[in-house]
């Protein structure tokens, strides 16, 4: 009778152990070597980052919730680390892959990142975050479908496309990281590339996307460039916009589209035109001397190639602005969850902080450096969240160094140091990016998405938030800032961890224009964040202490 006994307990152990695996969210496993590679985006032989041999590297295709473990073998000779633009690690900044919260994996070892695309949806990319290694690729596609309970507001595509275009540079990335730490700039980039590839733009590049005719299907655009804004459109075709960096939008129809560095929009083209070739256009924008490039789309059964008349791009960021103006958030949606999207009111949120910040370029020690309110950042040895983590935060930065108001008066010296903001949790804020420069600029928010609620020209004062719109404003993480222009947007810190806000412009990013977010709970509570994952590296001056007592539920 015990026997029996032990074996039905034995059995209801099992078939609950089975019962929690399948109710967990399913596992998608990659295995990645990340190696240099010789390859000619532009014609001109470079060293490009490879992932498993290929350039742009896998496309990670998921769903709303699903578990992404990404086993990464560094073979090169440096320090390296990906980070996943737009993916908000809740409650896991462990896992987003900055020098601010990991130690980067060394040269001829490995790391395995594990983290929940949670509640959410949407088109994203991942890239290298270390030293200036997006200058030579190493970046992908990661899509986040809805889970098939959860309608999306248009019918399902004949097929998808990836297209991660941006400009490149013909010189190889030690040259390029040389004239950054020489205190000069990369200059002008030579090109346009689209995944990977420019095209002749004489009839005898290989179709990169095929469509049948009477057939829609979904573009899914990133701008994964280094310095420059670009338009994109396609001969003969209208874009229908349905989605901005996980949120669905109201479903406009553009003759082009402007995509910002970092930003990722989708949208669908139907392939009502006489069957033949056409061309997919991207051109840089607000460049005096514009760089443009082409692939070719071919109808299937079609004849002829694609006319040599390109569509022209718009000019000027007045056109811009009102497209931006124009893209609002589909209230009627559903999201990742089964909640209307609109059922958050952020309109109606009193705002806890405004944090107000102005990048400039200006020196240090006779060398270029870009700074935020005055103060340029700089990683130190031990990431900002380990030294945070481990208790000794004050040996490795100060929090506020910079103020929530840019300094009255303007210096061409900036400091250099670790910039740490120290932030409520939970608190709604409110964060104003001022540009006095005559360039454009691209800010990115990890952690989180926001409400683009404004982007005017001028300065900003208090009494514009009049012009702020408050009900349908797209969430997103990217937000562009023209020339003596400004941009406002909203978000509740709800997501505890260390985040970082970055300019996208690579030399800008690498010599300093970013700063952190340190949100923590005041509960040490695992229903807020995570604890420190057992394969996390230590480095700096956290390796080798006691490992801190862990949070609890």
Partial sequence: MARLNLLFFTLISCLST?????????????????????????????????????????????????????????HLD???????????????????????????????????YHFQVKDQIGSYFYYPSTSIHRSAGGYGMLKVHSRDLIPVPFDRPEAEYAVLAGDWYRKDPATLKRLLDSGRTLGRPDGVIINGKQGKGDGTDEPMFTMIPGKTYRYRVCNVGMKNSINVRIQGHTLKLVEIEGSHTVQNVYDSLDVH???????????????????????????????????????????GPASSALPEAPVGWAWSLNQFRSFRW???????????????????????????????????????????????????????????????????????????????????????????????????????????????????????????????????TPDKRKNYNLLDAISRNTIQVYPKSWAAIMTTLDNAGMWSLRALTLERQYLGQQLYFS?????????????????????????????PEPYTA
């Fill in 18 to 74: 089975l019962s929690m695996v399948h109710s967990e969210d399913p596992y998608l496993f990659f295995t990645w070597n990340i190696t240099y590679g010789d390859l000619s985006p532009l014609g001109v032989p470079t060293p490009v980052i490879l992932i498993n041999g290929q350039f742009p590297g896998p496309e990670i295709n998921c769903t709303s919730n699903n578990n992404i473990v990404v086993n990464v073998f560094n």
């Fill in 78 to 112: 440096e320090p390296f680390l990906f980070t996943w633009n737009g993916i908000q690690q809740r409650k896991n900044s462990w896992q987003e892959g900055t020098l601010g919260t990991t130690c980067p994996i060394p040269p001829g070892k490995n790391f395995t």
């Fill in 261 to 303: 560095l970092g930003q990722c929009y989708s949208f669908l083209v139907t392939a009502n035109q006489e069957p033949k070739d056409y061309y997919f256009v991207v051109s840089t924008r607000f460049t005096k001397t514009v760089l443009s490039t082409t692939a070719t789309i071919r109808y299937e059964g079609g004849k």
């Fill in 330 to 460: 589909n209230l009627t949606a559903s999201a990742a969850r089964p909640n209307p999207q609109g059922s958050y009111h952020y309109g109606q949120i009193n705002i806890t902080r405004t944090i107000k910040l102005v990048n400039s370029a200006g020196t240090a020690d006779g060398k270029l450096r870009y700074a935020v309110n005055g103060v340029s950042h700089k990683d130190p040895e031990t990431p900002l969240k380990l030294a945070e983590y481990f208790g000794v935060a004050d040996k490795v930065f100060k929090y506020d160094i910079i103020q929530d108001e840019p300094p009255a008066e303007t210096s061409d010296k900036v400091t250099v140091a670790p910039i740490v903001l120290n932030t409520t949790f939970r608190n709604f804020v409110e964060i104003i990016f001022e540009n006095h420069e005559k360039s454009v600029q691209s800010w990115h928010l990890a952690g989180y998405s926001f409400f683009a609620v404004a982007i005017e020209p001028g300065r900003w």
């Fill in 519 to 547: 949100v923590l709970s005041p509960e040490r509570s695992l229903r807020d964040e995570y604890n420190i994952p057992d394969n996390t590296p230590l480095c700096g001056i956290v390796k080798g202490l006691p490992m």
